[in-house]
Structure formats: structure tokens, C-alpha cells
């Protein structure tokens, strides 16, 4: 596009754009996300910008780097930053069944809300429009925070329409992805109404965003039209919950959550997230997690029964939030060995141990990397084997040469 600024050239040249839709909030219409070919989120530049808001927009994306600082907090390399870590789940059947986990992060939306600590909460719920996707909704009642329960693997960018929402004079509580959270955290060092509008934010362990063409391919392999969808579900309604298509004539048709994102939707994943030093929600103030449970060579089981969350506080009002939620009865919590945590979130584990040869590559191939500060991904290289290392190293050399980036 002959109007595409410097930076936003950069980021398309190393495929580093997240997909959180920042840039476009920023740009007063100048930039607006689009479904790219294929199927991810993706910015298209509609009008000229100036260097001031190029500048702007480069200090709140993450596509190049992140930076976070331990302030005083436990801050483990591999999981970052953390005021305390525990298990629970929503005393609230109904969202605990329905939740991707054990419903914790809707439980403390749920006691934000009824304790009048924000007016509504910012987050993805399907879109009505294609039940596959998703679209941003300000959720203001417990109904509609159980509707919007359960985790789901699109594309999303929740900052795309916030600008309208600064002026106004709502709290509202942000969920997003660990990215999302990130970028939130940068504007809000440049414009100190995102800390009036948005006082609390939230997120969970991302293993990465998959196109739009991933659940395609899960209704291909359920043999389910587009056209005969009525409601998609990836997750939820049990633990960890199936990939469900209901078909306007009421029907249903299902897969386990090993097969739909084990051996789907973790194809699709976009290639900036296999370069995340931050899939844990590092800037978030609570983040959540699937507490899997493991056998007893520490492999997480993905048998179905009633969920159990993770849940890590990030920062004191992370905490304050949690035992006020606990107090309230709308969240039951339980200790937590976190000598467990690289065996139930193995996922995360390796990516974090394998960043440092992915970014070694790209930088060989004279390609564009995310810059990370404070995200210890030096040490937590040397907890991987060489041999894994070497792997990866040459596997995102030959992902460049082959144009797959």
C-alpha cells in the first residue's frame, strides 16, 4: 500500500503484527483490521499518517518487543512476574461447567461486577454474524458473562474500537490476550485515560491465535456446511469440553479438545505468536490458566471432569481482587505447588525454552524480531537441549526460505 508508514512496513516484513487492533484505535479511522487473506486479523492503512503517529503507534504495538519490569514482585523466569499463584474455580455451577477451566476468570469478572468495582467488562464473545468468530462485548450482568464463558481460538482485536469508549467515563475491566494486555499497558504509559476507563485487566495462558481457516477445518473434519451453523463452541461446557458445531436444524457434532486443537487448530497458529516470550499475561493484573491434571510422569490428562483454574495474581490489586472475590463466595481457591507448573503447562514451557534459536534464525535471515526486555529469554534458553535448539533454529530458517513466515 503506497500510504503504509515506516513501521507498519516493518512489522509486515517480519509477519509480527499480533492482531490486537492498537494501531487502528490510534489512528482516528485512518487504519482500520480486516480479514486478511489468510484469515487472521490484519491492519490496512485507509489514509495518510504522520511520523508523530507513526511514532505513537510503534511505542504501544507489540509487534517488536515488550518490556516488563519485576518491581519488586517473585519473578520467575520462565512465568514471570507474580504476587501469588493458587488453583480454584467458579462456586457458580453453571460457569464452571460452561467455562474453558474452572470458570475463575468469570467468577472474578462476575464478583467485579456485582461489587460495583467497574460498570461492565470489556471482552470476546461470539460473533453473531459468523459463530466461528468473535466480537468485542461489554458484558454488565453475571448472564452475560456466562454467555461469553469459554475460551475462544480466532482471531480478535479487542483495542480496535476503544478510542470512543475514553471519552467516556465508565470503569470497565479489560479481558484480552496476553498481547492485547501488553499493548493495553504501553498506551496507558502515554495516556492516563486508559488507567481511568480500563482500572483492572485480565488474561489468560495463550498457546497462540489460529486463523479463522483453522475452524474451518474442524467443521470440514465434523463434515458440517458453513451455511448449515447455527453456534460453534471450541471448548467448555465440561473440562477441558469439545469443539462443538450446533446445526440450525439442532443438531450436534463434536471433537475432542485433543483432536481440535492438537491436531487443527495448532497448525493455523500465526506466526508472530511462535515468537511470544509473553503467552502467560505478564502485564495483565490476574491471569488464568487450565490447572491440568497430570499422571504420574507429570503429562497433563485431558479426561473430562469438573474444571480447575490456575490462577496467578500479577500485581497487589491482582490480589486485593482475589481475596475480595473469595470473601464474596463467588470464588473458591486452593494452594498451589508451583513445582507443577512446567509439567500442566508443558506447551508453555517449551515455547519459552525454544524462543531464543527462533529469534537467533530470523535474525540470520536478515528478518525483523520482537526485542524483549526483562522476559529472561537468554536464561530460559539454557533449560532447553541443544538438539531442540538446533531443531528450531533451522526449521524457522527453512519456514523463511520456503515463505511460510
Given amino acids: 500500500m503506497k500510504t503504509q508508514t515506516p513501521f507498519l512496513k516493518r512489522i509486515e516484513r517480519g509477519s509480527l503484527c499480533a492482531g490486537c487492533g492498537g494501531c487502528a484505535a490510534l489512528s482516528g479511522g485512518a487504519i482500520t483490521m480486516e480479514r486478511s487473506d489468510k484469515a487472521f486479523l490484519r491492519p490496512r492503512q485507509n489514509a495518510p499518517i ?18 516488563v519490569e519485576a518491581q519488586g514482585r517473585t519473578d520467575d523466569i520462565v512465568w514471570g512476574p507474580y504476587v501469588s499463584m493458587q488453583t ?18 468469570s467468577a472474578v469478572l462476575v464478583h467485579l461486577l456485582q461489587s460495583g468495582a467497574v460498570d461492565g467488562v470489556l471482552e470476546n464473545t461470539a460473533d453473531p454474524d459468523n459463530p466461528m468468530g ?26 480496535a474500537g476503544i478510542a470512543p469508549l ?16 501488553a499493548a493495553l499497558r504501553a498506551w496507558e504509559q502515554v495516556d492516563p485515560r486508559i488507567a481511568e476507563r480500563f482500572p483492572v ?16 477445518g474442524i467443521l470440514r473434519a465434523l463434515d458440517v456446511a458453513e451455511n448449515d451453523l447455527d453456534t460453534f463452541r471450541y471448548r467448555g461446557h465440561g473440562w477441558p469440553g469439545r469443539a462443538t458445531a450446533v446445526l440450525k436444524d439442532g443438531t450436534e457434532r463434536s471433537m475432542s479438545y485433543h483432536d481440535s486443537w492438537g491436531n487443527i487448530l495448532s497448525r493455523h497458529v500465526q ?4 515468537l511470544c516470550a509473553d503467552g502467560t499475561g505478564k502485564a495483565a493484573d490476574i491471569v488464568c490458566a487450565d490447572a491440568w491434571h497430570a499422571d504420574e510422569d507429570g503429562y497433563p490428562l485431558f479426561e473430562e471432569e469438573d474444571g480447575v483454574s490456575l490462577i496467578v495474581a500479577r500485581t497487589g490489586l491482582g490480589a486485593q481482587i482475589l481475596k475480595a472475590a473469595q470473601t464474596a463466595g463467588t470464588l473458591h481457591t486452593e494452594g498451589f505447588d508451583m513445582g507443577e507448573l512446567r509439567g500442566i503447562q508443558k506447551g508453555q514451557f517449551g515455547r519459552r525454552r525454544l524462543l531464543s534459536a527462533r529469534l537467533a534464525a530470523l535474525r540470520l535471515m536478515g528478518k525483523p ?32 526460505l520456503r515463505g511460510r513466515m
Fill in 201 to 216: 485487566k485480565l488474561s489468560f495462558f495463550c498457546a497462540g491465535v489460529p486463523s479463522l481457516d483453522g475452524a474451518a
Fill in 166 to 181: 475514553l471519552d467516556g467515563t465508565e470503569r470497565l475491566a479489560f479481558v484480552g490476550k496476553p498481547c492485547d494486555v
Fill in 369 to 400: 524480531v520482537p526485542r524483549y526486555r526483562g522476559l529472561h529469554v537468554a536464561e530460559v534458553a539454557k533449560l532447553a537441549r541443544r538438539g531442540d535448539r538446533l531443531r528450531n533454529f533451522t526449521g524457522m530458517i527453512r519456514r523463511v
Fill in 271 to 274: 506466526h508472530r505468536c511462535k
Fill in 88 to 105: 480454584g474455580w467458579s462456586t457458580n455451577a453453571d460457569i464452571r461447567h460452561r467455562a474453558s477451566s474452572g470458570g475463575a476468570l
Fill in 134 to 159: 468473535n466480537t468485542p462485548v461489554i458484558a454488565r450482568d453475571a448472564d452475560a458473562i456466562a454467555d461469553s464463558a469459554g475460551s475462544r481460538y480466532a482471531p480478535s482485536a479487542p483495542l
Fill in 50 to 67: 504522520s511520523a508523530e503517529l507513526d511514532a505513537k503507534i510503534a511505542g504501544v504495538c507489540i509487534g517488536l518487543g515488550q518490556s
